[in-house]
């Protein structure tokens, strides 16, 4: 019997990436705003263009790479309202007034 361990190290391999783009949303607020959100679009599409492009594993990583880009866009806005709403904290050197329906 054959195992194929691909489908575990790609669920593996999401599981770290949830885990690391859960702190950048987190971090990219509170330094710049919901108003990032483009350089994760293009970071995302930059992924899934280069996943086109690759074969095997690493064209599975790139993609879960560039669908988290893409899912962060997201995060990002509620990541704003959970700040308005006081369950993480504002930057306070930030001059302009949250409002992440922009």
């Known amino acids: ?5 691909e489908g575990v190290a ?3 391999v999401a599981l770290v990436m949830i885990g690391v783009f859960h702190p950048i949303v987190i971090k990219c607020e509170y330094y710049f705003s919901h108003r990032i959100w483009p350089l994760f679009l293009a970071a995302g599409i ?3 263009l280069a996943a086109l492009f690759t074969e095997g594993m690493l064209s599975m990583i790139l993609g879960l790479a ?3 880009c893409l899912w962060s866009i997201r995060e990002l806005q509620e990541q704003a309202r959970r700040v308005e709403k006081g369950w993480f904290p504002k930057n306070p050197n930030r001059k302009e007034p949250m409002d992440c329906t922009k």
């Open 46 to 48: 930059g992924f899934l």
């Open 66 to 68: 560039g669908v988290s």
């Open 1 to 5: 019997m054959q195992v194929n361990m």
């Open 10 to 12: 790609v669920g593996i």
